[in-house]
């Protein structure tokens, strides 16, 4: 009995820090999502007929990542001003520091999806013939990507707790790696592809075998523990 009440109280503690982190970054999120939600829709409308080429499936699914990409970073930096202030309240409750990072890493998350589930449903009001488009590796590099840039991020966040080193490293994994993998090294664009899975797959690295989803999704697990040791070691209580 004792131990239930300890999971209920741990549980309401991160509700209720859960809810301020959704307050936080709702208001950014709602509105990128309804931006991309609306963008998809006018592109989609002019793609050809369904059962022809969707050549614009690229353009969309980098913009979509783009969009994300600042709502991650709004997210991060929403996190470096909380830690210089707000966020002691919370974890002078306590509220476990694990919790804490849980709790933000949640709610960039479920802003990943939401973007995608609205780029999703854009294609079936259209034409759902046009989700066969979007195929199982296409979907898993876009979501992986997002994992990975919101949990880099983050980490920063926790780390530096600088806004202008969140910009700088948003900076270079969103424009540098656009860059990289454009060098002939194979090894560097091989080691952006795993770090960027999206950029991997639309620049054609690794076509013949498609993109290294497995290596994103064991650098993602590397960062979600970097992430919570990060958490227990900087984070006061």
Excluded: C
């Excluded at 991060?76 to 830690?83: E, F």
């Amino acid at each position: 009995m004792r131990g239930r009440s300890k999971l209920r109280a741990k549980a309401s503690r991160f509700a209720a820090y859960g809810a301020f982190v959704a307050e936080t970054v709702g208001g950014p999120l709602a509105t990128s999502t309804a931006a991309l939600s609306a963008l998809t829709f006018l592109l989609v409308l002019a793609f050809p007929p369904a059962g022809g080429p969707v050549s614009g499936l690229p353009v969309l699914l980098f913009l979509t990542s783009m969009g994300y990409s600042v709502v991650a970073l709004a997210g991060a930096s929403a996190m470096v001003s909380d830690l210089k202030g707000p966020a002691q309240v919370f974890l002078s409750q306590p509220i476990s520091r694990t919790a804490y990072a849980l709790a933000w890493l949640s709610a960039l998350l479920a802003s990943a999806l939401a973007t995608f589930s609205a780029f999703l449903l854009s294609f079936a009001v259209i034409d759902p013939i046009l989700l066969r488009a979007v195929d199982a590796a296409l979907a898993a590099a876009w979501l992986l990507d997002a994992a990975i840039l919101a949990l880099a991020l983050l980490a920063a966040a926790v780390l530096a707790r600088r806004a202008a080193v969140l910009v700088a490293l948003w900076a270079a994994m969103t424009f540098g790696s656009t860059f990289l993998l454009a060098l002939p090294s194979e090894r560097l664009r091989r080691a952006v592809a795993v770090a960027r899975p999206l950029y991997g797959a639309l620049s054609g690295w690794g076509a013949a075998g498609g993109p290294p989803l497995a290596e994103s999704a064991l650098l993602a697990a590397a960062l979600a523990l970097l992430l919570y040791w990060l958490a227990r070691a900087r984070l006061e209580v």
